[in-house]
């Protein structure tokens, strides 16, 4: 690879200085978590409603 006498501007240098910038990555990204979050719960109680309730049986009945 053939050397260059370019010197590095503090500007080339930098990272990051095009997209979106990562507050805004993180951000949304959480935003999506509790959404998906809530949704599941939703759901799980939703799904609780409908499940029957199975009581065991008596065991205080006098043995014979």
Do not use: C, H
């Not at 759901?43 to 409603?49: E, I, K, N």
């Amino acid at each position: 690879m053939p050397e260059t006498n370019r010197k590095t501007t503090p500007q080339d240098a930098r990272q990051g200085r095009r997209g979106f910038p990562v507050l805004m990555v993180l951000v949304f990204g959480l935003l999506l978590a509790a959404l998906v979050w809530w949704g599941v719960e939703v759901y799980g109680l939703m799904l609780d409603d409908q499940q029957a309730i199975e009581m065991p049986a008596a065991q205080d009945e006098p043995a014979s």
